[in-house]
C-alpha cells in the first residue's frame, strides 16, 4: 500500500511540478509520476525534509526539486511553453 501512496503523491508533486513551469499539458500521467518521484529525492537531497510530510516525502522540497527537474529536462530536450 506504501509504494501507491508514494507513486500518487508523486504524480500529484509532477502536476504541480508541471503547472508551476506551465509544462503540464506536454508531460503525461507517467512523466508526472517521475517527475514527482525523482524531484522529491533531489528536493531533499538539496533542501532536506522540512515542511508538511505524505507517504513520506516532504511536499514542499519535493515540489521545489520536481520544478527543478522540469526546468533542467526542458531545456535540454528543447520543450516550450508552447509546444503542447
Not at 503525461?28 to 538539496?46: D, F, K, R, T
Not at 516532504?58 to 520543450?79: M, T
Given at each position: 500500500?506504501?509504494?501507491?501512496?508514494s507513486l500518487i503523491?508523486?504524480a500529484?508533486?509532477?502536476?504541480i511540478a508541471?503547472?508551476?513551469?506551465n509544462?503540464?499539458a506536454?508531460?503525461?500521467?507517467?512523466s508526472?509520476?517521475?517527475a514527482?518521484?525523482?524531484?522529491?529525492?533531489?528536493g531533499?537531497?538539496?533542501?532536506g525534509?522540512?515542511?508538511?510530510s505524505l507517504?513520506?516525502?516532504?511536499?514542499?522540497?519535493?515540489?521545489i526539486?520536481?520544478?527543478?527537474?522540469?526546468?533542467?529536462?526542458s531545456?535540454?530536450f528543447?520543450?516550450r511553453?508552447?509546444?503542447?
Amino acid at each position: 500500500m506504501g509504494l501507491l501512496w508514494s507513486l500518487i503523491v508523486g504524480a500529484i508533486i509532477g502536476a504541480i511540478a508541471g503547472a508551476i513551469t506551465n509544462h503540464g499539458a506536454a508531460m503525461g500521467w507517467i512523466s508526472n509520476i517521475v517527475a514527482g518521484l525523482i524531484g522529491a529525492w533531489i528536493g531533499q537531497a538539496l533542501l532536506g525534509t522540512w515542511g508538511p510530510s505524505l507517504a513520506g516525502m516532504a511536499l514542499i522540497p519535493s515540489i521545489i526539486g520536481a520544478v527543478i527537474l522540469v526546468l533542467i529536462v526542458s531545456v535540454i530536450f528543447g520543450l516550450r511553453k508552447d509546444d503542447a
